[in-house]
């Protein structure tokens, strides 16, 4: 691609962590996203557990990442 997914994830991430020093952020991906998985961890994001996502007409899970 052209690298605007990149950027603005970095721009998220730094805006956070001026809005909010110190904290965690939390991203949620849904299983089976193995595109935007591979991105987040490619960008540092940790995997950290699976959670039911509630809202879903289907068996949905969450992937929440965690950015160092």
């Known amino acids: 691609g052209t690298g605007l997914g990149r950027r603005l994830?970095?721009?998220g991430l730094?805006?956070?962590a001026g809005?909010?020093?110190g904290r965690d952020v939390v991203l949620e991906v849904l299983r089976g996203?193995?595109?935007a998985i591979v991105f987040y961890e490619r960008e540092g994001g940790l995997r950290?557990?699976?959670r039911p996502l509630r809202l879903a007409p289907r068996h949905?899970?969450?992937?929440p990442m965690r950015a160092r």
Not at 60 to 63: E, P, S, Y
């Open 33 to 35: 996203n193995d595109r």
């Open 48 to 50: 950290t557990a699976e």
């Open 19 to 21: 809005a909010h020093p």
């Open 60 to 63: 949905m899970c969450l992937r």
């Open 9 to 11: 994830l970095r721009a």
């Open 14 to 16: 730094v805006w956070a």
